[in-house]
C-alpha cells in the first residue's frame, strides 16, 4: 500500500514538469545539448554585470572571467586534438589578460561556434578514429565527450558564482 501511494504522489508532483516543454536541445543528442549549454553560457555571460567579470570566491581561484576563459581556451584545444587547428590569435596566459567582458564573450562565442562546426561536419566512421592527449589514447567521440562535460562541469561552477554575486541565472527565475 506505501509503495503505491508513493507512486500516485510521486506521478501527480512530477506532473507540473511533465507538462512544461523541455528547454531547447535537450534529450536531442550531442548536437541538441551543444546548443543547450552554449546558449546557457553566452546567456550567463551577458547578464553578469562587467564588474562581477573580476569576481572570485577566493584568492588563488579562477575569477569569472578566467573561468568562461578556460572553457574557451579548453573547447580551442581539446577541438585541435581531433583535427581542426587552433586559433592563430591564441597565445599563451590569455586566460589572465583577457578580462574584458566584451572580449571575454567573444572568445567563449567563437569557441562554441567552433566546437559546433566542427561536430557538424564529423561523420560517424571519423569519431571512431583514434586521437592521442596527452598521456593516453583516445577517440574523437571521446573528444568530443570531454568536451561537453567540460563545458557543463564549469557551468555549474558559473552559476554558483553568479549566484554568489546576486546574479540569477535567467533560465531559473520561472522556477
Known amino acids: ?20 516543454a523541455p528547454p531547447e536541445g535537450l534529450w536531442q543528442g550531442y548536437d541538441g545539448e551543444w546548443r543547450h549549454v552554449s ?20 584568492p588563488g581561484v579562477r575569477s569569472t572571467s578566467e573561468v568562461f576563459m578556460h572553457i574557451a581556451l579548453a573547447n ?14 591564441m597565445k ?11 572580449d571575454v564573450i567573444s572568445w567563449l562565442k567563437r569557441s562554441l561556434d567552433a566546437v559546433k562546426s ?10 571512431e578514429r583514434k586521437v ?3 598521456d593516453r589514447d583516445a577517440t574523437v567521440d571521446g573528444m568530443y565527450l ?7 562541469e ?14 540569477a541565472p535567467p533560465w531559473s527565475k520561472n522556477q
Open 76 to 89: 580551442f584545444y581539446l577541438l585541435s586534438v581531433t583535427g581542426p587547428k587552433m586559433p592563430a590569435d
Open 1 to 20: 500500500m506505501r509503495k503505491v501511494l508513493f507512486a500516485f504522489l510521486l506521478l501527480f508532483s512530477a506532473r507540473p514538469l511533465l507538462a512544461q
Open 118 to 127: 566542427a561536430h557538424l561536419a564529423v561523420t560517424p566512421k571519423d569519431l
Open 146 to 152: 570531454r568536451i561537453i562535460v567540460h563545458a557543463n
Open 154 to 167: 564549469h557551468m555549474g561552477q558559473l552559476i554558483a558564482y553568479a549566484r554568489m554575486t546576486g546574479v
Open 92 to 102: 599563451e596566459r590569455l586566460e589572465k589578460s583577457v578580462t574584458s567582458k566584451a
Open 39 to 58: 546558449s546557457q553560457l553566452l546567456v550567463l555571460a551577458e547578464v553578469m554585470p562587467e564588474e562581477k567579470f573580476a569576481w572570485r570566491p577566493a
Open 132 to 134: 592521442h592527449i596527452v
